[in-house]
């Protein structure tokens, strides 16, 4: 039988690096599979669709809710994110190890829904670090980041709930550290208690 893979949910505030660090871990014959999330907001210069995101209308997304196509989702600077179920589930019944870059309330849903799910956060250095990365990106609208910046706040907060968190003072350290925390998922307690019934339950204690 193979074992299925690990569920990994990776989140941390806009503009920190998760693209940049997660890029070096999938490469074609890297250890993860990234999940590709569908979203309403416009793509960015470069993005393709299929590759960054499906990028889908209100409407269309409300439909996939509707019709039950999403693991979880969430509203994030008003938009909507989300992650398709049925990629997910067979990608991790072939035994893969599948990673969702998700924002905080989706990681909270998945944590609630499929407890054997591995949480990792990334931080900024410290905030003015995170402020100089995200405007230095020049992707968003100073609008934009302030919304994003102001979530960043909430978000570093939700890292409690968090099985790991890696600073991502270079990426080079950041992607060492992500390495080793999805090795070390794989060993946490609460996704291993099949193990401990596995060895008790063929034990003969004499007081039966
Ligand atoms: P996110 O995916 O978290 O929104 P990005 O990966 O797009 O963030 O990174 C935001 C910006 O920060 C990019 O311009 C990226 O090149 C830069 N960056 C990422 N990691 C580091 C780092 N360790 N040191 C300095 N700059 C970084
Ligand atoms: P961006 O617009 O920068 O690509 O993403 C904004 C935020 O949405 C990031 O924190 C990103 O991790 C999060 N995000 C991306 N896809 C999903 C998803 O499928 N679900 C949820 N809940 N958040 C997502």
Do not use: W
Request: charged letters at 25%; aromatic letters at 6%; a neutral charge.
């Amino acid at each position: 039988m193979i074992e299925k893979g690990s569920l990994i949910v990776y989140s941390g505030p806009s503009g920190v690096g998760k693209g940049t660090v997660l890029k070096t871990l999938l490469a074609p014959a890297g250890p993860l599979v990234l999940s590709v999330s569908a979203t309403t907001r416009a793509p960015r210069e470069g993005e393709v669709n299929g590759r960054e995101y499906h990028f889908v209308t209100r409407e269309k997304f409300e439909q996939m809710v509707k019709e039950g196509d999403m693991l979880e989702y969430a509203e994030y600077n008003g938009n909507y994110y989300g992650t398709p179920k049925s990629f997910v589930e067979r990608q991790l019944e072939m035994g893969n190890d599948v990673i969702l870059e998700i924002e905080t309330k989706g990681a909270a849903q998945v944590k609630k829904l499929c407890p054997e799910a591995v949480l990792i956060f990334i931080m900024p250095p410290s905030y003015q670090e995170l402020e100089n990365r995200l405007l230095g990106r020049g992707t968003e609208t100073a609008e934009q980041c302030a919304g994003r910046l102001k979530a960043a706040l909430r978000e570093i907060e939700a890292a409690e709930n968090y099985d790991f968190i890696i600073v991502n003072d270079t990426v080079e350290n950041a992607r060492l550290q992500l390495m080793k925390a999805v090795s070390a998922g794989k060993l946490i307690c609460r996704i291993n208690k099949n193990k401990i019934y596995e060895v008790l339950k063929n034990v003969k204690t004499g007081n039966e």
